[in-house]
């Protein structure tokens, strides 16, 4: 229906024009988790949006860390060749504006525990 879909997007853009806090509370969390996960050694990619990409290399590894995490409740997608180059497979950590400080916290010391 695409009057539907015009009406969802023009909304969608309204609320992105009147409210600034989603993207500035995204913002400190993807800051939140950078500055813990370089404190714990992980190897991140340049990136500073809602997809935080954690390399670990190996398809197996991506795996075994996307299973202990779900193990902790903590849904990470394993990401594996050919999706990315061989001996880059990551996890896919994806935040919103939904999540909170704790979650991101929670996160943390989870993959401390994995690592």
């Given amino acids: 229906r695409p ?6 997007t023009r909304k969608s853009l309204q609320l992105l024009e009147k409210e ?3 993207r500035e509370k995204l913002h ?4 939140r988790f950078r500055s813990g996960a370089t404190e714990l050694g992980l190897n991140l ?4 949006t809602a997809i935080q990409p954690v390399v670990v290399g ?6 075994i860390l996307s299973e202990k995490l779900l193990n902790e409740n903590i849904l990470i997608s ?3 060749p050919p999706t990315v180059p061989e001996g880059t497979a990551r996890l896919r950590v994806t935040f919103s504006a939904t999540h909170t400080e704790q979650h991101v916290d929670k ?4 993959l401390q525990k994995v690592i």
């Fill in 58 to 63: 190996s398809s197996e590894q991506a795996s």
């Fill in 45 to 48: 990619m340049d990136s500073m």
């Fill in 3 to 8: 009057a539907a879909v015009a009406a969802a």
């Fill in 78 to 80: 394993a990401i594996r």
């Fill in 107 to 110: 996160l943390l010391t989870a």
């Fill in 20 to 22: 600034n806090w989603r």
């Fill in 28 to 31: 400190s969390l993807i800051k």
